[in-house]
């Protein structure tokens, strides 16, 4: 009976641990598939009457669809989506695991707070009195025919716009408590900035006073966010350049976070250059055909993804000849510009405001990603020749 309890006592210990030690992810994650249900959620939106504007803007049902529905889809799918967006740039910045938060973690779970408060604030605001007109125009007999007619071509009913508002006030729900993860953890990370640890240098100056004794042959700290390093006291070598010596045990995060930040920048170039439409329902309607071009152009994106986010990792561990490689990719995304974006744009099936955004998109993302490769290069050069400065 002792032994079952202590069993049982060390399971919920370990399970308490868990959620200790994982907290910080665990919400992350949980922020980050809420942006994700929201995003869905306001991409769907429009579903259960996407063609009603057709009846024309004095048509109550076209006027209620073109002119109100539509208006608060599209501003519902603008915040969710840069919400999104700044959630994955907190995730780049390492918000879900960094024990010490620098500025750019603050600002970055801080935005997307923010984000999250005026997304959740708008669909509350926004959806009862939405949902109001459509139900009372719904009930109207005068336009009941109108609405048959629209619910066989959109495959709806009553009940399904009804469902749309429901699971609106779920993601409502859902965005709260994320907003409250978010929040919570901005205020741990404030609170734990008033502990200032040890650096790398304050430790070095109490061993060269001899304020410390290093026991054993290294002092390691598992601490990847702090300044401290292995120092190794058996070679009895001088470093005399401790910035650089710090390479050798830090990562290469400035150049991670551009080549991760120009991923998110072609994603989005992408994504608007191909799924771009005027939404109106007519015969004169403006949207991207996909054609065979098209076809090739995702899938070129999803391979050079796939070797972006590869190249992200090695220039973060110094790696040169993943600088070439990152040059390499940096051209194909160049090529890129005038392949899928200029054909549609000459076929006359994107605006030139989209046109310019788009390539002003990948122009920034071709010079993060040659900027990354050129810190990496050069910072990979400094670190080579102070190892062999110490005969490493």
């Not at 009895?236 to 991923?263: F, H, P």
């Amino acid at each position: 009976m002792q032994k079952e309890k202590t069993n049982k006592k060390d399971i919920l210990g370990s399970i308490q641990y868990f959620f200790k030690s994982k907290l910080q992810q665990i919400l992350f994650g949980f922020i980050i598939f809420v942006s994700i249900v929201a995003l869905a959620y306001s991409a769907g939106f429009s579903t259960g009457w996407a063609v009603g504007d057709s009846f024309g803007k004095i048509h109550p049902i076209g006027k209620l669809v073109g002119q109100e529905a539509n208006s608060i889809n599209i501003v519902m799918f603008t915040f969710t989506l840069i919400t999104i967006i700044f959630a994955v740039i907190a995730l780049m910045f390492g918000s879900h695991n960094r024990k010490k938060y620098y500025w750019t973690n603050f600002a970055s779970v801080g935005i997307l707070s923010l984000l999250i408060a005026l997304t959740t604030g708008y669909m509350a605001v926004t959806l009862p009195g939405l949902e109001k007109k459509f139900i009372d125009l719904m009930g109207n007999e005068l336009y009941a025919a109108d609405w048959k007619l629209l619910f066989q071509i959109n495959k709806s009913s009553v009940g399904e716009i009804q469902t749309i508002f429901s699971i609106g006030y779920g993601v409502i729900v859902l965005s709260i408590l994320s907003l409250v993860a978010s929040l919570y953890v901005l205020f741990v990370k404030v609170r734990e900035t008033k502990v200032i640890p040890t650096t790398y240098s304050e430790m070095m100056q109490k061993i060269e006073l001899g304020l410390v004794q290093v026991v054993g042959v290294k002092k390691t700290s598992i601490d990847v966010d702090s300044e401290s390093i292995n120092i190794n006291v058996t070679e009895g070598k001088e470093i005399t350049d401790i910035d650089t010596d710090k390479m050798r045990y830090q990562m290469n995060n400035k150049s991670y976070l551009m080549v991760m930040l120009s991923v998110v920048l072609i994603i989005i170039a992408g994504f608007i250059t191909i799924t771009y439409s005027s939404f109106t329902a007519t015969s004169d309607e403006i949207r991207v055909t996909p054609t065979i071009t098209t076809a090739i152009d995702v899938s070129a994106l999803i391979i050079l993804l796939l070797a972006t986010f590869l190249a992200a990792e090695k220039v973060k561990v110094y790696q040169k000849v993943w600088v070439r490689n990152l040059f390499i990719i940096a051209a194909i995304n160049l090529v890129r510009i005038f392949f899928e974006p200029t054909i549609v744009f000459n076929r006359g099936e994107l605006p030139f405001v989209r046109y310019v955004i788009v390539v002003v998109l990948m122009v920034a993302a071709i010079a993060l990603q040659v900027l990354g490769a050129v810190i990496t290069y050069k910072k990979a050069k400094r670190l080579e020749k102070h190892l062999k400065e110490l005969g490493e």
